[in-house]
């Protein structure tokens, strides 16, 4: 014999209703407004942060702002644009710091204001957050500055490219350069210069590195800005060094495939605006999210680039679950 199921007015009227609650939960949890700050215009690397950011925001129904100083890195600007921030009132805010120590004032503000903010790429040193999401910059430089050394057989001479003086960023990297260094006594280290992470000054440091040592057998470059400018002044004076960067931008990608550039190391800023923004709008949805998410530090190279190498439109957002475990 086959039943089949009664259902009575009443119950598809409560079926009814608690569908069109649920309908209206799910519109609630939707269209968060979130601000996102970053350091500056000129860097691929803060491109694609941007770009993540856009594309977890419309994974999840939400909408970003971008709020970028015109002039890089200017610790004025960004605090004038929390101040433009906090008036108009997001949801959120995903936030890099241009100076980690000086915007604190304006984390401040943000704190004060009640406006939740989770802390990208740059771990600022004061304010509330719900969430760190970002690498190690020391442990970025030390596989990177291992990986040089290796593919030198582990001698030569060598010179760093530093970046902004004072930058948590650039001191970390360093650090984990000359702790590669440490692991490898016959490898020597010529200088080490801040190029400010742009390609120019990169340039025009390797220039004169260039005309002060006679033999330069590998190249550190705490970003790749940097690293591509070392490659230009070697080519315009005819030398040959191995060189490396960090970062995983898509022109030390393109080096990589060309022979140009040894290595980068895989900061991943496409995946760290798409976490970061996810768990932005997984705070005001009232879900788990975690005080940190640092991804593994890895290296980019002849063997495993195709992976990174992917159009800007073409690139997409992780799972929330398969990034962050537990």
């Known amino acids: 014999m086959t039943f089949k199921p009664v259902i009575s007015k009443l119950a598809y009227a409560s079926v009814f209703l608690a569908a069109s609650t649920l309908s209206v939960a799910a519109l609630a949890q939707s269209g968060e407004k979130i601000a996102v700050f970053t350091k500056n215009q000129t860097n691929p690397f803060f491109q694609v942060v941007r770009l993540g950011a856009e594309n977890a925001a419309k994974q999840m129904g939400a909408t970003v702002t971008h709020y970028v100083p015109t002039k890089p890195d200017s610790i004025p600007e960004q605090l004038s644009l929390i101040d433009d921030v906090i008036i108009k009132k997001p949801n959120a805010i995903v936030f890099t710091p241009v100076d980690f120590k000086a ?29 760190f999401v970002g690498s190690s910059d020391y442990q970025l430089g030390v596989v990177t500055g291992r990986h040089l050394l290796k593919a030198m057989g582990g001698k030569g001479n060598v010179v760093i490219l530093e970046g902004v003086k004072g930058s948590l960023v650039s001191a970390e990297r360093v650090r984990g350069f000359n702790d590669a260094l ?17 390609r120019l000054q990169g340039l025009q440091v390797m220039e004169n590195l260039l005309q002060t040592h006679a033999q330069i057998d590998g190249v550190m470059a705490a970003n790749d800005a940097m690293g591509s400018g070392a490659i230009e002044a070697l080519d315009g004076a005819n030398r040959k060094a191995q060189v490396v960067g960090i970062n995983g931008t898509k022109e030390a990608v393109d080096a ?57 439109d073409k690139l997409v957002c992780p799972k929330w679950e398969d990034v962050v475990k537990g």
């Open 103 to 131: 915007l604190g004032a304006g984390v401040q503000k943000i704190n004060a204001a009640g406006i939740p903010v989770v802390n990208v790429t740059d771990k600022s040193e004061t304010g509330k957050f719900v969430s």
């Open 182 to 198: 440490k692991e490898f006594p016959q490898a020597k280290l010529l200088a080490s210069q801040p190029g400010n992470f742009q």
């Open 256 to 312: 990589i495939k060309a022979g140009k550039m040894l290595a980068t190391g895989d900061y991943n800023g496409f995946w760290q605006g798409c976490i970061a923004t996810m768990a932005a709008v997984r705070e005001l949805r009232k879900l788990p999210v975690p005080k940190e998410v640092v991804f593994k530090a890895g290296v980019i190279d002849k063997t495993n680039y195709q992976a990174a190498d992917v159009p800007a």
